[in-house]
């Protein structure tokens, strides 16, 4: 089946900008998003990429995306201690939606 | 944004007994709800997709015998896990499909069930 997957530690110094990136296999993906979990909790939805534009940016997040690569990606701009959590990405077509193993990130004071 | 509530967010249960989990959009219609499993240190498992007023759609390998979804209205699926066991205990999340927003899934907050 098609897959999505994650590298799954990153660890970043508070203030430095954190770059996760996630690759998937379905050229026909629609969306792509970025959900962010903290422990014990559901995820939550960060922003979503639709498959024609190659970024989006909101606030401190800049999501890139290459289709040509297959290739996603979410910076998180001055990472704070309290942007630690596990990431997900997850691609979105004909009503199937595969998430990636998540990334889980660690902002050190 | 919308949002999707689940009661109760955890719950310790004998084995053998059955669990109900609720999952609900507060503020938008969803004719479409999802049920996902999610194992420690793991990804989300899509278990099954709730269509309002039809019969759930189960992924392979998941018994809809033992997961009884049911999708009564357009803001409210349950899922039961019927005679649970220790193998059961995980936390389960469920979301919904906002079709008036780009198909945008809103998730709930996950329900965490032990069975001791």
């Known amino acids: 089946g098609e897959d999505v997957e994650q590298s799954l530690f990153l660890s970043v110094r508070e203030g430095d900008s954190s770059v996760i990136n996630c690759t998937y296999t379905?050229?026909?993906?629609?969306?792509l998003y970025w959900y962010k979990q903290e422990p014990g909790a559901g995820l939550q939805l960060l922003t979503y990429?639709?498959?024609?534009?190659d970024m989006k940016q909101d606030q401190r997040l800049t999501v890139l995306l290459n289709k040509k690569d297959k290739h996603l990606s979410l910076r998180i701009a001055d990472t704070q201690t309290g942007d630690s959590a596990i990431y997900f990405c997850?691609?979105?077509?004909?009503?199937?939606?595969?998430f990636g193993a998540g990334t889980r990130l660690t902002v050190k004071p | 944004g919308a949002v999707v509530s689940q009661h109760p967010s955890w719950v310790i249960c004998k084995s053998g007994t059955s669990v109900k989990i609720e999952c609900r959009s507060l503020?938008?219609?969803?004719?479409?709800m999802f049920w996902y499993r999610q194992f420690p240190k793991q990804s989300l498992m899509l278990m099954a997709t709730?269509?309002?007023?039809?019969?759930?759609?189960?992924e392979q390998g998941v018994e809809k015998d033992k997961f009884l979804i049911n999708h009564a209205s357009l803001t409210l699926s349950t899922l039961t896990v019927t005679s649970a066991h220790p193998e059961d205990s995980s936390f389960y999340i469920c979301?919904?499909?906002?079709?008036?927003?780009?198909?945008?899934?809103?998730f709930g907050p996950g329900t965490r069930l032990t069975v001791l």
């Open positions: 503020d938008f219609q969803a004719t479409t």
């Open positions: 990429i639709f498959s024609n534009m």
């Open positions: 997850a691609d979105y077509n004909n009503n199937d939606m595969r």
């Open positions: 979301s919904a499909r906002d079709t008036g927003s780009y198909n945008e899934q809103f």
């Open positions: 379905d050229s026909s993906s629609t969306y």
């Open positions: 709730s269509n309002e007023g039809s019969k759930a759609t189960y």
